[in-house]
Each structure stands twice: as structure tokens, then as C-alpha cells.
């Protein structure tokens, strides 16, 4: 579909996909991870907590991301995108440093494969959702 064809009918049509895959996301970031987290609290609680944390900052990246993003595009104000990127990658950088402090190197390895889990997730079904037919 080229870029003349692109419809406000459609536009509404992807946005609700949109909404739609953040939710799934979501859930199924947060789902296994705790599953896995719960397994992993009888090996190490340590681990199991920088699992959860992990996934937990990883979703609400993902969030602030997308929230951010749909704001540049409405308002255009880049400046306050670039500020709020900052602002997140600060909040989101003291968390596993805290983790690391506590001498298990090993949890910053954990914390990101938690973190990541959710970008990941909809990396790859970010495309089914949007195929057009």
C-alpha cells in the first residue's frame, strides 16, 4: 500500500492493532518471567529478583517509548522527546546498577535478558500484526 493510498480509516485500523500488540506484549513478557522468576527463586533469590525487575523495566520502557514516540508525532516537540529519552535511560540505568552493587556481577546479565524480553517479543510479532491483506 504506498503512502497516498493510507487512509484516517486505516491509520485508526493500526492504531487499535497497536494498542492491541502493546497489551499482548505485555502479558506475555510478564508472564513468563515471573514463571521463570518463581523457578529461579529456589536456585538464587537474587537472580529470581533481577529477572522480575528486568521484565518489569523492560515493559515499562516499552511503554514510555511508545507513549513518547505517539507524542513527538502529535506535538512535534522534539526537545521533550530527547529530555524524557534521557530522563528514562537514567531511571532505567540506576536499577541494575543497584543490582550489581550488591557484588553478583552475574545480575546485570539476568536484569537485561528480563529487560529485553518485552522489545524482543514485539520485534518479532510486530509484523503479523501489520501485514495487510
Known amino acids: 500500500m504506498g503512502a497516498g493510498n493510507y487512509s ?8 487499535h492493532k497497536h494498542e492491541a500488540l502493546k497489551r499482548w506484549v505485555t502479558l506475555w513478557s510478564l508472564v513468563p518471567a515471573a514463571s521463570v522468576s518463581l523457578g529461579a527463586l529456589a536456585w538464587s533469590a537474587l537472580a529470581s529478583l ?12 516499552m511503554q514510555l517509548v511508545m507513549y513518547g ?3 513527538l508525532i502529535k ?15 537514567g531511571a532505567f540505568a540506576i536499577v541494575p546498577l543497584g543490582l550489581a552493587l550488591t557484588g553478583k556481577w552475574w545480575t546485570l546479565a539476568v536484569y537485561f535478558a528480563g529487560f529485553f524480553l518485552p522489545l524482543a517479543l ?12
Open 75 to 89: 506535538r512535534r516537540s522534539v526537545g521533550a522527546f530527547v529530555i524524557s529519552s534521557f530522563l528514562r535511560l
Open 50 to 61: 533481577s529477572l522480575l525487575l528486568g521484565a518489569l523495566c523492560g515493559v515499562l520502557n
Open 69 to 71: 514516540t505517539q507524542r
Open 8 to 15: 484516517p480509516a486505516d491509520a485508526a485500523t493500526d492504531l
Open 122 to 133: 514485539y520485534l518479532f510479532s510486530v509484523r503479523r500484526h501489520f501485514e495487510r491483506k
